[in-house]
T-cell receptor, first 112, second 110 residues
Framework: DGGITQSPKYLFRKEGQNVTLSCEQN?????MYWYRQDPGQGLRLIYY???????QKGDIAEGYSVSREKKESFPLTVTSAQKNPTAFYLC???????????FGPGTRLTVL | KNEVEQSPQNLTAQEGEFITINCSYS?????LHWLQQHPGGGIVSLFM???GKKKHGRLIATINIQEKHSSLHITASHPRDSAVYIC????????????FGKGTKLSVIP
């Protein structure tokens, strides 16, 4: 079945450690997005990529990094520079010229 | 900066009730998406609207471009409709960036 997978569902890390969240899609979509969701707030865009080997900062990119070496994959690294990394992270993808974004199941990151 | 405001923030309804969730958006947004987020966190797209009205099963979405307002209606609500409903505005032609509302948490009681 086509879709977006994010792993793991729950992730725990110690403060000061970098952590990488996985996002893979087999929808042959060109664009991929990373969002952060906090309680009581709307989703906020961290990074997005419209094509392989290119990505752009979103509204809250500080403390995060991404790569887009393959069309199918868009991993997000939460670095130790991110002041408040505990949140729910959602990955999404969009096909070329389509208006709809498809979302993955999300990863809940807790930094202890 | 584009803005999207939803109301109410929380909504509790009895099974069978007609439900309305409202969304207002700022100038610069050309289309509205309605999304559903279940307790597990996954998000599903329900509708995308740039004008008029769309219907899918018991869900109806409307948009009034002049008033910059959209509504999501659920007829004959059911406990399985319990979820967070999110509206998201898309900027003008050529942009696929979304601005998200904070969501409306709906609980339908049997």
């Amino acid at each position: 079945d086509g879709g977006i997978t994010q792993s793991p569902k729950y992730l725990f890390r110690k403060e000061g450690q970098n952590v990488t969240l996985s996002c893979e899609q087999n929808l042959n979509h060109d664009a991929m997005y990373w969002y952060r969701q906090d309680p009581g707030q709307g989703l906020r865009l961290i990074y997005y990529s419209q094509i392989v080997n290119d990505f752009q900062k979103g509204d809250i990119a500080e403390g995060y990094s991404v790569s887009r070496e393959k069309k199918e994959s868009f991993p997000l690294t939460v670095t130790s520079a991110q002041k408040n990394p505990t949140a729910f992270y959602l990955c999404a993808s969009r096909g070329f010229s389509y208006n709809e974004q498809f979302f993955g199941p999300g990863t809940r990151l807790t930094v202890l | 900066k584009n803005e999207v405001e939803q109301s109410p923030q929380n909504l509790t309804a009895q099974e069978g009730e007609f439900i309305t969730i409202n969304c207002s958006y700022s100038v610069g947004i050309s289309a509205l998406h309605w999304l559903q987020q279940h307790p597990g966190g996954g998000i599903v797209s329900l509708f995308m609207l740039s004008s008029g009205k769309k219907k899918h099963g018991r869900l109806i979405a409307t948009i009034n471009i002049q008033e910059k307002h959209s509504s999501l209606h659920i007829t004959a609500s059911h406990p399985r409709d319990s979820a967070v409903y999110i509206c998201a505005g898309r900027e003008g032609a050529g942009s696929y960036q979304l601005t998200f509302g904070k969501g409306t948490k709906l609980s339908v009681i049997p």
